[in-house]
C-alpha cells in the first residue's frame, strides 16, 4: 500500500495550491480519502473527506469555502485544492484512506507554507 502526496510548496497569502494523493496497492474504490494537516508543535487536524464514490464531502470549518476535494477512481487520485491561502494554513498536508472493519492507510505528506 502506498499514498503519495504532492503539490505543495510556498504561496503567497491569498493564494491556490493544488494538492494530490496517488495511490496503489489496494482496492482505492472502496476506501474513503481524507486530508490532515500537521503544523510543527501542534495536533494533527482533520481538513476534508470523501467518500469512496465521492458523493460525499466533509470539511473542517476552518477551511469550509476556500478548499475542495475530489477524487478520481479511474485514476487512484484524490485531491485538495485549497484557494485563499492563509499563513495559519502552513503545515505538512497528508492522505489518508479509510474503510470500515480495515486498519488506516497514511501517506508521508506534502509541505504547504503560505508566507509572503
Known amino acids: 500500500v502506498q499514498l503519495v502526496e504532492s503539490g505543495g510548496g510556498l504561496v503567497q497569502p491569498g493564494g491556490s495550491l493544488r494538492l494530490s494523493c496517488a495511490a496503489s496497492?489496494?482496492?482505492?474504490?472502496?476506501?474513503?480519502m481524507s486530508w490532515y494537516r500537521q503544523a510543527p508543535g501542534m495536533e494533527r487536524e482533520f481538513v476534508a473527506a470523501?467518500?469512496?464514490?465521492?458523493?460525499?464531502?466533509n470539511y473542517a470549518d476552518s477551511v469550509k469555502g476556500r478548499v475542495t476535494t475530489s477524487r478520481d477512481n479511474a485514476k487512484n487520485m484524490v485531491y485538495l485544492q485549497m484557494n485563499s491561502l492563509k499563513a495559519e494554513d502552513t503545515a505538512v498536508y497528508l492522505c489518508k484512506a479509510w474503510r470500515g472493519g480495515s486498519r488506516d492507510y497514511w501517506g508521508q505528506g506534502t509541505q504547504v507554507t503560505v508566507s509572503s
Open positions: 496497492g489496494f482496492t482505492f474504490s472502496s476506501y474513503g
Open positions: 470523501i467518500s469512496s464514490t465521492g458523493g460525499t464531502t
